[in-house]
């Protein structure tokens, strides 16, 4: 069947859609200079996710096809990952469900082993002398990540990079991965983005989330630290040391708007769980 391509243009890519007839069945990624040790990084990651078995099923990733150089840049071929924008997890809960069941299977497959001191130091070496306010949740991060070993985690768990059809859950865009992830953090991300949607404020998101007043996303983010075995008591130090991951990753992109939306960041730690936590612990 003949082929022919479309050609899109994104802030991080560009993108060579292959398609056969009217449908696209597969995308060529190519980055623009920045990106590209991040485009490196999630070719690994796929390739890990394809070998840990992680890559089909109610929850899938793209499908590394091959890899090549262009222009002295790495380009990347995949499986064309189909579906919407997911309904707000109010609307349909199912896919959100399916989401942190393997987001907790990823976690309980590990990539590295230790303890996540290392990752909580190399992120405070880079972020405090940007961001001096984070010296007040440096200690109890340091403890915290001590009990904990690093998870593969996407980085960047907004809806954009969600895909639902027929019920099944296509995760895209792994550019931002890391193997040396904190547990808890993508299931964060997936829910503060949700109660974003609505607000159009993180603070008002992260209240949403610890207040009670949004028990689907407590009781998702519970049924995630169950599978994993992380305490009530250790979901204050891991928001805090989420928010640090996502400060770490504005810092190493040099972003657009990346002081807006640190400035949103620091202001989530002052949000960070604190009364509203005791209420929601689960009866003894």
Known sequence: MPRNVNLRSTKRHVLLEVMAGDRPVCIVKYPRA????????????????????????????????????????????????????????????????????????VMSKAREEGTLT??????????????????????????VAGRYRPVLMHGDLSYQNLLVRDGAVSLIDWEYARADGIPMADVLDFLLYDLYRDTKDYGAAVRGLFSGNRPQHWALLKRYCRAGGISDDDIRPLFQLFVLSKLDLLVRLSAPRAEQKAKELLEALSESPHESLQAQRDPA
């Open 34 to 105: 920045q990106e590209e040790s991040f485009l490196r990084n999630e070719a690994e990651t796929l390739d890990w996710l394809h070998h840990a078995g992680l890559c089909t099923g109610p929850v899938s990733t793209p499908r590394l096809i091959g890899q090549g150089v262009a222009f002295n840049r790495i380009y990347l071929i995949q499986d064309f990952a189909e579906g919407e924008v997911p309904a707000r997890l109010e609307e349909n809960e199912a896919p959100a469900i399916a989401l942190v069941d393997w987001l907790a299977d």
């Open 118 to 143: 290392g990752t909580v130091q190399r992120m405070l070496d880079r972020v405090l002398p940007k961001y001096p306010a984070v010296e007040a949740v440096k200690r109890p991060t340091e403890a």
